[in-house]
């Protein structure tokens, strides 16, 4: 699985359609095809965004909750029930849903920030406050990276 790299700030069309950044889309790679899901995040007021492949992954982890427990209830509703799931068109744009924009102060522009396996879509404004405060973080923190996992030798898991 490609990882999402970097910041890119794109304009948003009087459609509501923006770019999405080309190093983004040779990420999803072969599952471009399905497109990108958004939601809004739990934490930021910004959108979370996944190739079809992670959505999927988050299903089965939610397989390990209680069908009707009411944890599940919670999750699957702001997850999956406040997704949407935006095909790109032959530009490599996607039209942002409006209440999605509003809900997370987007308006001419939108900047994509790749966290890895996964991105986000913040108003350029409200992304520079999180950089900085999530680099106050780290340092306050002393945050590093996990070692490898078992049987992973150290470099092939890029950190």
Known sequence: MALFLSRFTNRIDKKGRVSVPAPF????????HNGVVLFCSHQHSCLEGFDWARMDEIGDRMDKFDLFSED?????????????????DGEGRITLPVELMEAVHIAERA?????????????????????????????????????????????????
Not at 142 to 149: D, F, I, M, Q, W
């Open 25 to 32: 889309r040779a990420a999803l790679g072969g599952q471009l």
């Open 72 to 88: 599940q209830d919670d999750l699957a509703t702001t997850i999956f029930g406040e997704s949407v799931q935006l095909i790109c």
């Open 111 to 159: 900047m994509f920030v790749g966290l890895g396996r996964k991105f986000q879509i913040w108003s350029p404004e409200m992304f520079e406050r999180r950089r900085l405060k999530a680099r106050d973080n780290v340092i306050d923190r002393k945050l590093t990276v996990p070692g490898a996992p078992q049987g992973r030798k150290g470099g092939e898991d890029g950190a």
